[in-house]
């Protein structure tokens, strides 16, 4: 069986081994009320600090995976801002958290990103 990558410029293709892989889109946060964008499969995210107030990109189409992972150097999170305005699905505040380290895996519904599995804290 060979190994498919989903890379967002290429698509679907194949190489040597085994297994699915998504190319990791890699983006610094320098401030609060950012936004992380969603065009990959996996989002790496160094908030550079903790972060509050911040947002996803919107989704490009229904059903669309982004998995969000948090890289903090110190003990650094995520906070997002409400859902109106980050686009995370039950976010109201600071009670959607990614933590040093957490990750949460995100399906566009066509208004929100509603997470489906994840270590929020």
Not at 7 to 26: C, I, M, R, V, W
Not at 43 to 72: D, F, M, Y
Not at 76 to 91: E, K, P, V, Y
């Amino acid at each position: 069986m060979p190994k498919v990558i989903y890379d967002k410029t290429k698509g679907l293709f194949q190489k040597a081994g085994a297994g699915f892989s998504g190319k990791a889109d890699t983006q610094t946060l320098t401030g609060n009320a950012q936004t992380i964008l969603t065009e990959g499969l996996v989002a790496i995210v160094e908030p550079g600090g903790s972060r509050t107030g911040t947002k996803l990109q919107a989704g490009t189409e229904i059903g669309q995976i982004c998995i969000l992972v948090n890289i903090a150097a110190g003990s650094h999170t995520i906070d997002f801002a409400t859902a109106a305005t980050s686009l995370f699905a039950g976010a109201s505040g600071s009670d959607r958290t990614i933590p040093k380290h957490g990750a949460v895996t995100l399906v566009w519904s066509g208004t929100l990103w509603v997470p489906t599995s994840q270590s929020l804290s």
